[in-house]
């Protein structure tokens, strides 16, 4: 049985800026010397759509898919099967710069995405030079505009990358992503590389950002305090599918899908006395080389039902997403597994 995939927007009449429609990775492994290869499905039927002028969160554990989808979505790598679309047009058929001008990303880490024998302005202009979408005698001006827009002071203009501190060079990321006016950018948690005192200050410039350009937004996450303060729309990924997408009001409110749960069970407060928090997921994370059958939570699921273990669940709608769960399929529930 294979996974349900959440309900085209274009089923509601809406046009997605951005849509996944049912897409697949699959990547070949070594296991080692004579013992050949194996596939390893980093994203497995995912179908997820952003909408125009939405902030939409991608979270969930490391290695559960969420870069390697963010990939396909930039069209950087395609999918084994599936399609990813841009207004509606299938990325396959759109050229390489026109995938650029409509959608940009915004890396992990800056000084990894920066080349660090370039010039911050040569930096910020590339994309002027690559689209050549005005006169190179206004890249200078323009370039200029868009730091101060971010916050870099114009003098910084012929300084190199490791001459800024991480939060200038987070900065440069963002100013050349947005250089060319796209209409979305894919911010691949683009906070966690930089010292506390300084995510805010780039999280509150994102949210400027988008409210000043009208931007879209996918973001990238495995910080819930981040999802909360910057989403308006969550979607929940494990082991390569999507189990749950709900408004973030609602997601943070009442969770749905026993991961979900567990994940914001398990973030910080800052209360006193209340310790570290149990996460209840578990000691070991599964082996995405062989994932469980059925639900593939259920190993660490405290909830988990007998037919979890062989049943894959389909997604259920609810009032604002939905979410892939037997628990909120309608069916009863006699009992649980031991």
């Not at 969930?60 to 395609?78: D, F, I, V, Y």
Request: aromatic share 4%; net charge positive; hydrophobic share 40%.
């Amino acid at each position: 049985m294979r996974f349900a995939p959440a309900p085209s927007p274009q089923a509601t009449g809406e046009l997605a800026l951005l849509e996944a429609r049912d897409v697949s990775r699959v990547f070949r492994i070594g296991l080692g010397l004579l013992r050949g290869k194996r596939a390893l499905r980093a994203v497995d039927g995912v179908s997820l759509a952003v909408r125009s002028g939405e902030v939409l969160a991608l979270v969930g554990e490391s290695g559960c898919g969420k870069t390697t989808l963010a990939r396909m979505l930039l069209g950087l790598l395609p999918p084994s099967t599936g399609e990813v679309r841009i207004d509606g047009r299938p990325v396959g058929v759109l050229p390489r710069r026109e995938i650029a001008a409509l959608i940009q990303p915004v890396f992990q880490d800056p000084y990894a995405s920066l080349n660090p024998r370039k010039s911050i302005g040569s930096i910020i202009a590339l994309p002027l030079r690559v689209q050549g979408m005005s006169r190179s005698d206004t890249w200078r001006r323009k370039v200029e505009e868009m730091m101060e827009r971010v916050g870099l002071a114009r003098d910084l203009y012929d300084n190199y990358p490791s001459q800024l501190s991480g939060g200038q060079r987070q900065r440069v990321a963002i100013a050349r992503a947005l250089i060319n006016h796209p209409r979305m950018v894919i911010c691949d948690e683009p906070t966690s590389a930089l010292d506390v005192s300084v995510q805010s200050q780039i999280l509150n410039l994102l949210q400027d950002l988008r409210r000043d350009l009208g931007l879209t937004y996918l973001l990238i996450s495995h910080n819930l305090a981040v999802v909360e303060h910057m989403a308006t729309r969550v979607a929940v990924m494990y082991l390569g599918r999507i189990v749950e997408e709900a408004e973030t009001e609602s997601f943070f409110r009442a969770p749905l899908h026993p991961y979900s749960a567990a994940l914001l069970g398990s973030v910080l407060t800052p209360e006193p006395g209340l310790g570290v928090p149990a996460a209840e997921l578990g000691a070991a994370f599964p082996d995405p080389l062989n994932p469980p059958a059925g639900c593939r939570f259920h190993p660490r699921c405290g909830r988990a039902l007998v037919r979890c273990t062989t049943v894959v669940p389909p997604s259920v709608a609810t009032a604002d997403g939905f979410v892939a769960c037997h628990l909120h399929d309608g069916q009863e529930h006699p009992a649980q597994q031991g």
